[in-house]
C-alpha cells in the first residue's frame, strides 16, 4: 500500500486543480477584433448559414462604441481597396476557421441550453450574441488548453519524473503568455492550437524511435489532428517540418539496411497522413473560395510575409517585444533541449527544428512581427510542449544539484514576473501594450503591482469587467 502511494503520479491532478482555482478570474467576452473574426465564422454558419459577416461586425462595433471604443469598427468595417472583397462583396475574415469548429460542441450545448431555459419561461436572447454562447466558446479554451497541459505533461514524463514534470508544465503555463490567454484574452486560437499540437506530438512521440512500425490509423489521426492545426493557426503547419524530417530519417535507414520491401509500407502510410492533412483542411479553402473569390487568403494577410524573416532574432531577443524577455521561462525551457538531447538527441533535435520554424514564420511577418498590442509574443504560444519538455530535462539535472527548493523559488519568481507583467499590461501600466517599459520595471513590478492589486481587489474579485477597454462582458 504505502510503495503504491509512493508511485502515484499527483501531477495530473494538480494540474487539473490550478486549472479549476483559475476559473474565478476569468473573463469570457468577445471585444478585440480578433476575437470577433474568430467568434464571427462559428455565430455567423450556425445562426445565418452563410459566411457573410455584417451583422456579427456590426453587433461587436456597437459594443465596442457604447464605451467610445472605435477599434472592431475600425478593423472590420472600414472600407479600403480590399475590404469589401470587390470580387465577392464580402467583408474579409483574416482569422482561420479551426477555432470556430474547435468552439463547436460547446457553442451547440449552449444554444441547446437556452432553448430549454426559456421552454421553461427565461427570456435569453436565442441569437448567438447573448452571455450564455460567449461562455461557452470561452469555457471550450480553458478546456483546451487544461486538456493540452495534461497531455504536455505526459510528454515531460517520458523523461522526468512525476514532480519534475509537473513543475515544468505549471511555471511555463503560468509563467508564459498561455495562461492570459486562456482566462483573460479567452476567444482566441491559442487554447485550442495548444491543445492540437500537444495531442499531435503525443500521439507521434508515442511511437518515436519505431516510426516505420506506426500503424495506418495512427497516421489518420495524425492527418486530421495536422488538418485541424492548420486552420486553426496556419503558421502550425510548418510544424509537419518535424514528422517530416523523421520521415527522411526513416527512408535513410531503410535504404541504408537494404530492407527495401518496408519502403513501399511506409510510403503508403505516409501518403494516406498527407491527404488527410489535406481533406481536413478542405474547409478552410472554402472559407477562403467564398470571401475572397479564390482558395487563398485575403491580400492583407499575404502581403505581410517577407520570407526571408528579417526578424527572426527580434522574435526572440527585442528589448520591446521579444519572447525572451517577456517571459524567460521560455528561454530557459529552450536551452533544456540540450540536456533533453542527452537522453535522445534525435527527438531533441527535432523539436528544435519546430521552434526555429516557428520563430522564422513569425520574423516573417514585416510590419507586425512586434504584435504590438498583445501581451507577449503570443505567436509562441503553441511551442508550450517543447518548452516544457526542454525545462523538465533541465530540472531533471539541477534536481539533485541544488535540490527541490532553489528550483521551486525560481518556479514562483518565472510566475511572479508574468503575473506582474499581466497586472501591469491590463490595469496599472497600459503604456506596456507596446513594448516593455525597462525604466523602473522593478519598482513596478515589486512595488506598484502589489499596491495596486490590494487596492483593487474588491474590483479584480467581483467587478473585473469595470477594469476592461470597453466593459463589454
Given amino acids: 500500500m504505502l510503495l503504491r502511494l509512493k508511485d502515484r503520479a499527483y501531477g495530473p491532478w494538480i494540474i487539473l486543480a490550478v486549472c479549476l482555482l483559475l476559473l474565478p478570474i476569468s473573463l469570457p467576452r468577445v471585444a478585440l477584433s480578433d476575437e470577433v473574426q474568430y467568434y464571427a465564422y462559428l455565430r455567423s454558419v450556425y445562426f445565418d448559414r452563410d459566411l457573410d459577416f455584417q451583422n456579427e461586425y456590426l453587433y461587436f462595433a456597437e459594443q465596442g462604441r457604447q464605451f467610445g471604443d472605435e477599434a472592431v469598427a475600425n478593423a472590420l468595417l472600414r472600407e479600403d ?30 444554444d441547446l441550453a437556452v432553448v430549454l431555459a426559456n421552454a421553461f419561461g427565461a427570456s435569453i436572447p436565442r441569437d448567438g450574441f447573448s452571455r450564455p454562447y460567449i461562455v461557452a466558446v470561452s469555457l471550450m479554451t480553458v478546456l483546451y488548453t487544461c486538456l493540452g497541459l495534461q497531455l504536455t505533461y505526459r510528454l515531460a514524463r517520458r523523461y522526468s519524473d512525476d514532480v519534475v514534470a509537473t513543475i515544468a508544465t505549471l511555471t511555463v503555463f503560468l509563467a508564459s503568455p498561455l495562461v492570459f490567454y486562456t482566462y483573460i484574452a479567452m476567444v482566441w486560437s491559442h487554447g485550442p492550437g495548444f491543445f492540437l499540437w500537444s495531442l499531435f506530438l503525443y500521439l507521434w512521440i508515442d511511437a518515436w524511435g519505431k516510426g516505420e512500425q506506426r500503424s495506418l490509423g495512427r ?76 482558395p487563398g487568403p485575403s491580400a492583407t494577410v ?172
Wanted: charged fraction near 15%; include cysteine.
Fill in 81 to 110: 481597396a480590399v475590404n469589401p472583397n470587390p470580387t465577392t462583396g464580402l467583408l474579409r475574415n483574416v482569422a482561420p476557421v479551426g477555432s470556430a469548429i474547435m468552439w463547436a460542441p460547446g457553442f451547440v450545448l449552449a
Fill in 219 to 294: 497516421w489518420l489521426a495524425l492527418g486530421v489532428i495536422g488538418g485541424l492545426m492548420v486552420i486553426t493557426r496556419e503558421q502550425l503547419g510548418l510544424l509537419m517540418l518535424v514528422p517530416a524530417l523523421e520521415a527522411l530519417g526513416l527512408y535513410w535507414r531503410l535504404l541504408r539496411e537494404r530492407r527495401f520491401a518496408a519502403v513501399p509500407g511506409l510510403l503508403g502510410r505516409h501518403v494516406a497522413f498527407l491527404l488527410t492533412l489535406v481533406l481536413t483542411v478542405t474547409p478552410q479553402l472554402v472559407a477562403y473560395q467564398i470571401l475572397n473569390g479564390r
Fill in 302 to 473: 499575404a502581403g505581410k510575409l517577407d520570407w526571408t524573416s528579417p526578424n527572426f532574432f527580434n522574435t526572440l531577443f527585442d528589448p520591446g517585444r521579444g519572447a525572451f524577455l517577456w517571459a524567460p521561462v521560455l528561454a530557459l525551457g529552450l536551452l533544456g533541449l540540450i540536456w533533453l538531447a542527452r537522453q535522445d538527441r534525435g527527438l531533441a533535435l527535432l523539436l528544435l527544428a519546430g521552434f526555429l520554424a516557428q520563430t522564422y514564420i513569425n520574423g516573417a511577418f514585416g510590419t507586425t512581427w512586434h504584435l504590438r498590442g498583445a501581451f507577449g509574443f503570443r505567436r509562441l504560444i503553441e511551442m508550450t510542449p517543447i518548452f516544457v519538455m526542454g525545462l523538465a530535462a533541465l530540472l531533471m539535472w539541477l534536481r539533485p544539484r541544488i535540490g527541490l527548493g532553489p528550483i521551486l523559488l525560481g518556479a514562483a519568481l518565472l510566475i511572479y514576473w508574468n503575473v506582474g507583467l499581466i497586472a501591469q499590461w491590463t490595469i496599472i501600466r497600459p503604456a506596456l501594450r507596446r513594448e516593455l517599459i525597462w525604466s523602473d520595471m522593478l519598482y513596478y513590478q515589486f512595488v506598484e503591482v502589489p499596491r495596486q492589486i490590494v487596492d483593487r481587489l474588491g474590483a479584480l474579485l467581483f467587478d473585473r469587467c469595470r477594469l476592461t477597454t470597453n466593459q463589454t462582458c
